[in-house]
């Protein structure tokens, strides 16, 4: 396996998921990991990722200097290059400006890390402060424009460093750059599958639940349609699912989870109307992080309530993904927080009950994987993701009723056009999001004065970065066309052109 130590660049787990790609499996640890808990688990290599704090500040984060004389190989990515370089005596300086974006690095000198590459190729940068002088023992194996030590290595020692990102989509012959860390430089072996892992897992659920019984939130999302059948074929009626209507939910979602989950599957489920709950708490609140934090109280005394009518619950699973922790509080590395999820973190503490989630450590690819094994119906395991907070991250401003309704209309007929043209199973998201402005219209020769619809559509393999789709014209004039038609309080479509980063793919 590989190991990653996260200095909290949003790319850590992006780092992950590539190697994985490799079949190779790797594990995300705190910058800060203890040597011994390093080494127990054999790895064949490690990564350092990057990070948004600077080497050169006061209390910049570093690994255990002893973590480079343990003859294993070393990938410094970005900040991680510049640790190792700052580590045995380099100099990094503080930049004169932030290269951010794309830029040409040209191979000075053959090395096992740019392997069958071509003499020059484009990479993704980002970063500010830059290495001046190189430390004794290494030599300089690449250049950009801006950058005279773009990459490094110190072959003798298996240190390698690169000061751009290779793990994003952005790099070219990034994910090769990898494979020949990993490979030509690591010897790692290709043994990990999302195959395997299903089994394992229900082996591990039975083992730890033994007679008790476990709730679960429902959704039907693959995450937690995967986490409950999961652990339905583990325990079987020891589980019940809990299915919250939040009123926060797309066009007919209590009606689509009650056919798949109750009548097909056969699963316990307690259905929750708490609509009323959460629009009394949501009144007058704008603020996204407010919004978020608000909706999961909340579904945490919701969810409680329910909960405690049921004997003998000692478990609470959720379908927790790997961009979910990453996203949320840094539990693991210094991360900056983006935005809060209300599935990570707090649930089991203010509930008295042990947490269990079996996807914590994989991606959304991965658990679609499971979910084909499972046999689950290609409607869940292909769904597009909807985020845990619903339709109020998707209404700029206060949420009421009547934006609901407007929202929850205008997403439905862009879901419907997009699978009827084929184009919802090829991207990665597509929603609308109902804007806190209205413009000037006319209908039928009228003024209008009414709400604008931003259509949102990406394209993306893990959610951690996405590029908005290049969705034909006439699809999108279809779509356009139908909701300011068929939505009354809608006058004008606009589409969001951003991809991410500099934007998230959500709006809140």
């Not at 294993?72 to 900040?79: A, D, E, H, K, R």
């Amino acid at each position: 396996m590989i190991i990653i130590l996260d200095f909290g660049s949003q790319y850590t787990h992006l780092i992950a998921r590539r190697i994985r790609e490799m079949n190779v499996f790797s594990e995300v640890l705190p910058y800060n990991a203890d040597i011994a808990d390093i080494l127990k688990k054999e790895p064949s290599g490690i990564i350092l990722s990057g990070g948004p704090a600077s080497v050169v500040s006061k209390n910049a984060p570093t690994c255990d200097s002893y973590l480079f004389n343990l003859g294993l190989p070393v990938l410094g990515i970005c900040y991680g290059m510049q640790l190792i370089a700052r580590v045995f005596g380099g100099v990094v300086v503080k930049g004169t400006f932030r290269e951010y974006g794309k830029s040409e690095t040209t191979i000075d000198k053959k090395s096992p890390l740019f392997y069958k590459l071509p003499k020059s190729f484009c990479v993704w940068m980002s970063h500010s402060d830059r290495l001046k002088k190189l430390p004794k023992g290494f030599v300089k194996i690449a250049h950009t424009k801006n950058i005279y030590y773009a990459a490094i290595e110190n072959s003798n020692r298996g240190l390698y460093g690169v000061q751009f990102h290779p793990e994003v989509v952005h790099t070219e012959f990034g994910k090769k750059i990898l494979e020949n860390f990993v490979f030509r430089v690591t010897k790692a072996k290709k043994n990990w599958n999302p195959q395997s892992f299903a089994k394992s897992t229900i082996k591990d659920i039975r083992k730890t639940v033994k007679s008790s019984k476990v709730v679960c939130g429902i959704s039907g999302g693959v995450d937690s349609s995967v986490t409950a059948v999961l652990l339905n074929k583990a325990i079987g009626r020891k589980l019940v699912a809990i299915f919250v209507d939040n009123g926060l939910l797309r066009e007919d979602e209590r009606q689509r989870i009650e056919s798949i989950f109750k009548k097909k599957l056969k699963f316990v489920i307690h259905f929750v109307d708490a609509k009323n709950i959460f629009l009394e708490r949501l009144k007058g609140v704008v603020d996204p992080e407010k919004k978020r934090k608000i909706i999961g109280s909340a579904f945490i005394g919701v969810f409680e309530s329910e909960a405690k009518k049921i004997k003998n619950v000692k478990f609470l699973a959720q379908g927790t993904l790997y961009p979910d922790v990453i996203e949320s509080l840094s539990v693991k590395g210094p991360s900056s927080t983006i935005k809060s999820h209300h599935n990570v973190g707090g649930l089991p503490e203010k509930m008295g009950f042990k947490l269990i989630e079996p996807l914590r450590y994989l991606f959304k690819d991965e658990v679609r994987i499971i979910a084909k094994q499972l046999g689950l119906p290609d409607e869940i395991i292909y769904r597009q993701p909807f985020p845990g907070p619903g339709l109020a991250i998707r209404i700029i401003g206060e949420v009421t009723e009547e934006r609901l309704r407007i929202l929850r209309k205008a997403d439905w007929i862009l879901i419907d056009e997009m699978k009827k043209t084929g184009y919802y199973y090829k991207v990665w998201q597509s929603f609308a999001v109902l804007i806190s402005v209205k413009t000037v219209g006319v209908m039928g020769d009228e003024r209008t004065y009414e709400n604008v619809v931003a259509i949102r559509i990406v394209e993306s393999t893990d959610g951690m970065t996405a590029d908005f789709a290049k969705v034909p014209y006439e699809i999108l004039e279809k779509i356009s066309t139908r909701i300011v038609n068929e939505v009354k309080g809608i006058n004008r479509v606009v589409y969001d052109i951003t991809s991410k980063p500099p934007a998230t793919i959500e709006w809140e």
